[in-house]
């Protein structure tokens, strides 16, 4: 059993230049035959992501800006005032729908990590989205095994160590 450290995952980032891998858009690298299935579910992701973000910036994000003003800006308490306001807006429904939306991404992402990078591009990307280069926020997704191990999988295969 192998401990993937910080300091090996830095030290991938270092060598990646020297062994050809080039930072660019994801989309731009369709360079493997058994490659479109990944690229398919990273275009999956990337959808999922968008949907997110448009519920929340077009739906959720308004709404609860009108139970905020409505509930003079003090936190949820759970108030009969405040449980009604909350209802009367629709925000459960709303709420679940977003959540929901937030599970679908959190799943495409999971498995898009965890799903071997056909060419050296797309395991860039994920080492890009993992240290947080990727413009999605300013939060990384996660150091935890199940999403740095493939990674490191990946590039051990593409600069020629044991996967």
């Not at 690229?39 to 949907?51: G, V």
């Not at 997110?52 to 003090?74: C, F, I, K, M, W």
């Not at 191990?149 to 295969?157: E, F, G, S, T």
Request: glycine share 6%; with cysteine.
């Amino acid at each position: 059993m192998s401990i993937v450290t910080r300091r090996a995952l830095l030290g991938a980032i270092a060598i990646a230049p020297s062994v050809g891998l080039i930072a660019g858009h994801a989309a731009n690298a369709r360079s493997s035959p058994d490659g479109g299935r990944w690229w398919r579910l990273y275009a999956r992701m990337e959808r999922a992501h968008a949907a997110t973000q448009n519920y929340d910036r077009e739906v959720y994000s308004p709404l609860h800006a009108r139970y905020v003003e409505a509930t003079g800006g003090v936190p949820f308490r759970d108030t009969p005032e405040r449980i009604a306001i909350h209802a009367e807006l629709g925000l459960p429904v709303v709420e679940d729908r977003s959540e929901r939306l937030c599970e679908i991404f959190a799943r495409l992402e999971t498995r898009l990590i965890q799903t071997p990078a056909p060419d050296a591009k797309a395991a860039l990307w994920k080492l890009d989205y993992l240290v947080g280069a990727h413009e999605r926020s300013t939060d990384t997704p996660s150091w935890c095994k199940r999403f740095v191990a493939p990674i490191v999988a990946d590039l051990r295969r593409f600069i020629g160590g044991e996967a």
